[in-house]
């Protein structure tokens, strides 16, 4: 069994920062791409950012130069510092983790986390 547990959320200022935190754990034998999603009320869940194991990062163009991506591969875990927050940028966010697992180093899943709820707000 593999887990994602996401932390970070909360509600902000527009202006102000954020940073989600996203662990994998269980029978992990190694891990490929990384990334966060998010999807707002009514909209369609859409890629936010992804790095991959040797830490080569992609963006959506919303989000350049305001959040980062990285990762922990000793911890397993991937983070995004999310600063300059917008209204728009309120949504859940989601960590996905492309995982291969001990019991079947043949073959890599797509895993999700939970969501973590992520609102920006006078």
């Known amino acids: 069994q593999v887990q994602l547990v996401e932390s970070g959320g909360g509600l902000v200022q527009p202006g102000g920062s954020l940073r989600l935190s996203c662990a994998a754990s269980?029978?992990?034998?190694?891990?490929?791409?990384m990334g966060w999603y998010r999807q707002a009320p009514a909209k369609q869940r859409e890629l936010v950012a992804i790095i991959t194991s040797d830490s080569s990062t992609n963006y959506a163009d919303s989000v350049k130069g305001r959040f980062t991506i990285s990762r922990d591969n000793a911890k397993n875990t991937v983070y995004l510092q999310m600063n300059s927050l917008k209204p728009e940028d309120t949504a859940v966010y989601y960590c996905?983790?492309?995982?291969?697992?001990?019991?079947?180093?043949?073959?890599?899943?797509?895993?999700w986390g939970q969501g973590t709820q992520v609102t920006v707000s006078s």
């Open positions: 269980g029978n992990i034998f190694s891990i490929n791409v």
């Open positions: 996905n983790a492309h995982i291969t697992t001990t019991q079947a180093t043949h073959a890599t899943y797509a895993y």
